[in-house]
């Protein structure tokens, strides 16, 4: 795919949230149905996406033995791993790759509770001394 965003879109991530959250694959009517009310997309563009997302390598389908027509969706990239890439791209495209930058603008831009100071020091602690990778 070359230099095309191979991370979710905001509307692609709101499929991925109904696939992270299920312990089996999914049909595209099921993935329709668990979005009804939370997803203003006709059902036609959320196939549309889910299949941009098997092109990304974030979901893969199997053909239905029963119906060839019938596709099941299971995940491919963790919610985790899907979320590292966002960030990594956020600091390339926003910082010039400064990771520092990055944060610095995100951690400003919000209002943080000494609990999640805390955690972010805890964070920072665990993380000294290891290689970048």
Not at 76 to 103: M, Q
Request: include cysteine.
């Amino acid at each position: 795919m070359g230099n095309e965003e191979l991370t979710p879109s905001e509307s692609e991530w709101l499929i991925m949230e109904v696939m992270w959250e299920s312990s089996t694959p999914l049909t595209s009517a099921e993935v329709i149905r668990r979005l009804h009310g939370r997803l203003d997309m006709t059902p036609k563009m959320i196939r549309v996406l889910m299949n941009r997302l098997c092109q990304k390598g974030i979901l893969k389908h199997t053909v239905d033995p029963k119906d060839a027509r019938v596709y099941h969706y299971s995940v491919l990239k963790s919610k985790e791993g899907c979320l590292r890439s966002k960030s990594r791209k956020f600091a390339d495209s926003y910082f010039s790759g400064n990771a520092v930058g990055a944060l610095a603008s995100l951690i400003q831009s919000v209002g943080l509770t000494d609990e999640q100071i805390g955690e972010l020091e805890r964070i920072l602690e665990s993380g000294k001394g290891k290689q970048k990778k």
